[in-house]
């Protein structure tokens, strides 16, 4: 079955950090660009971050400094680690394998004292 499972969202305080993982299965993952999108209440889908099979990594101007995406493909495994979050992080956050064009289903970032 193809498909990609987010999970590792929840609520965190401000200043907080958390750890996303987005498992793969039915995709030739190690040769996908891999990568992180958001959608914050209101607003438009947003780039978050992304990692080639290379470990070529970009970042969004809004998390650049504080996320770091990284990949472990004897896993089928994308990660993103999100330090000192900010209220403005709150969003679904969904991975996205881009030689599949798969989505995830998404998991909720909740950043609130």
């Known amino acids: 079955q193809v498909q990609l499972v987010e999970s590792g969202g929840g609520l965190v305080q401000p200043g907080g950090s958390l750890r996303l993982s987005c498992a793969a299965s039915g995709i030739e993952f190690s040769d996908n660009d891999m990568g992180w999108y958001r959608r914050a209440p209101g607003k438009q889908r947003e780039e978050v971050a992304i990692?080639?099979?290379?470990?070529?990594?970009t970042y969004g101007n809004s998390v650049r400094g504080r996320f770091t995406i990284s990949r472990d493909d004897t896993k089928n495994t994308v990660y993103l680690q999100m330090n000192s979050l900010k209220p403005d992080d709150t969003a679904v956050y969904y991975c996205?394998?881009?030689?599949?064009?798969?989505w995830g289903q998404g998991t909720t970032v909740t950043v609130s004292s």
């Open positions: 990692i080639s099979p290379g470990l070529s990594t």
């Open positions: 996205y394998a881009f030689g599949d064009h798969i």
